[in-house]
């Protein structure tokens, strides 16, 4: 079983910054890749970005690209994921979502196994 908790999530004018955190409990942290996904109101769930765990590459959505930075520190069980940039239709609810799987890509919500509760981040024009 694994427990994953968000913070960092805030209220913030567009063109500004937030940085997200999510700890996860376990200790084969280092074997899971982790994966941060949003959902804004009356939407779906969207990926936002992925880090493996093998070999720390990264992915990230079409509309975050370039602004958003996911980052892992294993001594710490922890992934961050660095917004900058921010625009109104960044505001959602994020999630930081994990799973042991090897074999996936992290790119689609089914390949996670855990998810925490999410945290909000609203933009403001």
């Known amino acids: 079983q694994v427990q994953l908790v968000e913070s960092g999530g805030g209220f913030v004018q567009a063109g500004g910054s937030l940085r997200l955190s999510c700890a996860a409990s376990?200790?084969?942290?280092?074997?899971?890749?982790m994966g941060w996904f949003r959902q804004a109101p009356g939407k779906e769930r969207e990926f936002v970005a992925r880090i493996l765990w093998n070999d720390g590459s990264t992915r990230y959505g079409d509309s975050v690209r370039g602004r958003f930075t996911i980052s892992r520190e294993n001594a710490e069980n922890t992934v961050v994921l660095q917004m900058n940039s921010l625009k109104p239709e960044d505001t959602a609810v994020y999630y930081c979502?994990?799973?042991?799987?090897?074999?996936?890509?992290?790119?689609?919500?089914?390949?996670?196994?855990?998810w925490g509760q999410g945290t909000q981040v609203t933009v403001s024009s």
């Open positions: 979502a994990s799973t042991g799987l090897s074999t996936v890509t992290g790119l689609s919500r089914s390949d996670y196994d855990y």
């Open positions: 376990g200790r084969t942290f280092r074997r899971y890749t």
